[in-house]
T-cell receptor, first 115, second 110 residues
Framework: GAVVSQHPSWVICKSGTSVKIECRSLDFQATTMFWYRQFPKQSLMLMATSNEGSKATYEQGVEKDKFLINHASLTLSTLTVTSAHPEDSSFYIC???????????FGPGTRLTVL | GQQLNQSPQSMFIQEGEDVSMNCTSSSIFNTWLWYKQEPGEGPVLLIALYKAGELTSNGRLTAQFGITRKDSFLNISASIPSDVGIYFCAGQRNTGKLIFGQGTTLQVKP
């Protein structure tokens, strides 16, 4: 099956700092990457969609200048939470779309805690 | 953002019992998917449904794509303790975007 990795798996940072989360598709190429956020006891909410080499498209209510997405290659995408605040504490999950099968896989998630 | 209506919200059942959960939407989807999520992990795909009326099984799991394309259900037969987790339905459109249900938390008593 398809393997997706995220790094780090968890991170604790001080308010005002920036945090970068990496997502890699290890055995397939992802032309499209979706980034989700999940608050405790809630469902996954789509934050943004990015295509390799293009600017990301953000969902309504998600600040593009705060959540920077880079999809530089078909196997790597990064999400940078800039100037993080406690309300940004959440579980961030990437989801690469395998172009060949049109199947969406999910990473193991990154737990961000902002103090 | 838009969400699907998933029910029940939670279930506490005895090992060996069958489980049923469903999702409904006011709009049509091209694909329905069912995922299971365990604490601290990302969702894992259980079943994908691509055609209205489709009935698909994966071991003890059975799911159906509603005829109207606005609903889907998931059944788990003869539940076991490792079935514990949160089950999410998701509808997918042509854009590839997934819309998730609120989740059904399943607890199984041995």
């Amino acid at each position: 099956g398809a393997v997706v990795s995220q790094h780090p798996s968890w991170v604790i940072c001080k308010s005002g700092t920036s945090v970068k989360i990496e997502c890699r598709s290890l055995d397939f190429q992802a032309t499209t990457m979706f980034w989700y956020r999940q608050f405790p006891k809630q469902s996954l909410m789509l934050m943004a969609t990015s295509n390799e080499g293009s600017k990301a498209t953000y969902e309504q209510g998600v600040e593009k200048d705060k959540f920077l997405i880079n999809h530089a290659s078909l196997t790597l995408s990064t999400l940078t939470v800039t100037s993080a605040h406690p309300e940004d504490s959440s579980f961030y999950i990437c989801s690469p779309l395998a172009g060949v099968t049109d199947t969406q896989y999910f990473g193991p998630g990154t737990r961000l805690t902002v103090l | 953002g838009q969400q699907l209506n998933q029910s029940p919200q939670s279930m506490f059942i005895q090992e060996g019992e069958d489980v049923s959960m469903n999702c409904t939407s006011s709009s049509i989807f091209n694909t329905w998917l069912w995922y299971k999520q365990e604490p601290g992990e990302g969702p894992v795909l259980l079943i994908a449904l691509y055609k209205a009326g489709e009935l698909t099984s994966n071991g003890r799991l059975t799911a159906q794509f509603g005829i109207t394309r606005k609903d889907s259900f998931l059944n788990i037969s003869a539940s076991i303790p490792s079935d514990v987790g949160i089950y999410f339905c998701a509808g997918q459109r042509n854009t590839g975007k997934l819309i998730f249900g609120q989740g059904t938390t399943l607890q199984v008593k041995p």
